[in-house]
């Protein structure tokens, strides 16, 4: 019989024995979305090989401490959940690439995800978050960060650190300027701040090299100071035409 190196057990609320044999040492990638779970499968923190663990859209209010032991894990996604905190011990996932958080309770930016220095997709939209650590700067490996549809206002200045950052999505929350610090973002290509209170713009946006996207649309912004040239130097700008015509 073939030995499974991933294993689906994608929307299979009552997790039935499967005959399927799999190695505990060499299982790659476990995939449990959509089973209703209420507490984390404990047996998961055994399989040490775990490169790919899919927990979404349960009913999780906790993770183990055990946590620790998957140290090849590289993309984790819990996204759908009710976590209000992680453990201390997710630290430990150095190998950790992708951590999704979407969609669960979180009110504090967990600390915790600061030590994961080679993290490259980071989602923790559609939470409870206020504020962002100045520690956010530890992620300097960061691509693709996603922190839409929270309760932002502001952001450190630290976060002109995150020099490989590519995408930011901060649409929907109460933000109510740029800073300066973003102008160090090199790397950028895509920013989305839809849906906050900006009343202007800074122009260094404008002249970061990779810089094409920008979503402004829904904010406070009347007047952008040649506004024709800034829409030919990007792919894609959205902003709210009547009340900047």
Known sequence: MKIAEEFDLFMQPDIP????EFDKKKLSGLNLRLNNLKQFP???TQFVSLKKLFLDDNMLRSIPNEIWQLKNLRELSLS???LEVLPSEISS???LESLS?????FKIFPEAIMELNNLKYLGLGMNQIRD???SIENLRNLKILALNRNRISRLPET???LKSLEFLSLDNNKIGYIPESLGKLNSLKELEVRSNNLASLPEFLFKLKYFKKLDISDNNIYHIPNLKKKINSLEVFNYDKKKLS
């Open 17 to 20: 024995q499967y005959s399927l």
């Open 42 to 44: 404990q047996e998961t």
């Open 80 to 82: 759908g959940n009710l």
């Open 93 to 95: 996932l150095k190998s």
């Open 101 to 105: 958080l979407d969609v669960n309770k």
């Open 132 to 134: 962002i650590p100045e």
């Open 159 to 161: 976060f002109g650190k």
